[in-house]
């Protein structure tokens, strides 16, 4: 079964905290979190983790903050429910991580958890051309829709009609983004009209 991870890309950000970003190139950094507030009297922050791989920040050595270029060291880790408590070289005092709030936390794409086989990350998926088993174009995936029990791949044609398919195996057999396509069984009502 095909499995999809929602870290985020840095190029874009989400029209929501819980959207992924859309861009068709691989991005360097993938979004991990955002800071949410202070812990404690030191400097240390929380993070709301973004990431389906909670217990990966536990072994990062750098991050990321809002726009800079250049990472920070991540001395010390511990996770609380969907927070990551860090803390961070340059970071001293309250009023920093204050300064700092709703800040996204970014790590280097080498840096991410690795996948299993047939699983992928959002941006991979995100501008894959749909095609039907037999070859015909169906549209593009623009968005992916998280429901909890599966993923709901949005897919939009020339005409701008949105078809929404449910990322299950029996619907999605095949994703290819090294071939930049995805292979769909398109479901069919059966129900009385």
Do not use: W
């Not at 812990?39 to 990321?64: A, C, T, W």
């Not at 749909?130 to 897919?155: H, K, P, S, W």
């Amino acid at each position: 079964m095909t499995d999809v991870r929602p870290d985020y890309e840095p190029e874009h950000e989400p029209e929501n905290e819980e959207q992924d970003a859309v861009s068709q190139e691989s991005p360097q950094r993938l979004v991990i979190g955002r800071i949410t507030s202070p812990h404690g009297v030191r400097g240390e922050l929380r993070m709301y983790i973004y990431s389906h791989f909670p217990d990966n920040i536990l072994q990062l050595e750098k991050i990321y903050i809002g726009d800079a270029s250049e990472p920070r060291a991540v001395s010390r880790s511990r996770l609380k429910d969907n927070l990551a408590i860090m803390r961070v070289e340059g970071i001293t005092s309250r009023e920093m991580v204050d300064e700092l709030r709703d800040e996204l936390v970014r790590i280097d794409l080498e840096d991410a958890a690795p996948l299993e086989e047939g699983e992928f990350y959002h941006f991979e998926i995100i501008g894959l051309t749909a095609l039907t088993e037999e070859g015909e174009q169906v549209g593009t995936v623009t968005d992916i829709i998280e429901t909890g029990a599966n993923d709901v791949y949005v897919i939009t044609d020339d005409e701008g009609a949105e078809t929404l398919i449910p990322a299950l195996e029996a619907v999605v057999p095949t994703i290819d983004p090294e071939a930049g396509t995805m292979i769909i069984r398109p479901l069919r009502y059966s129900g009385e009209d």
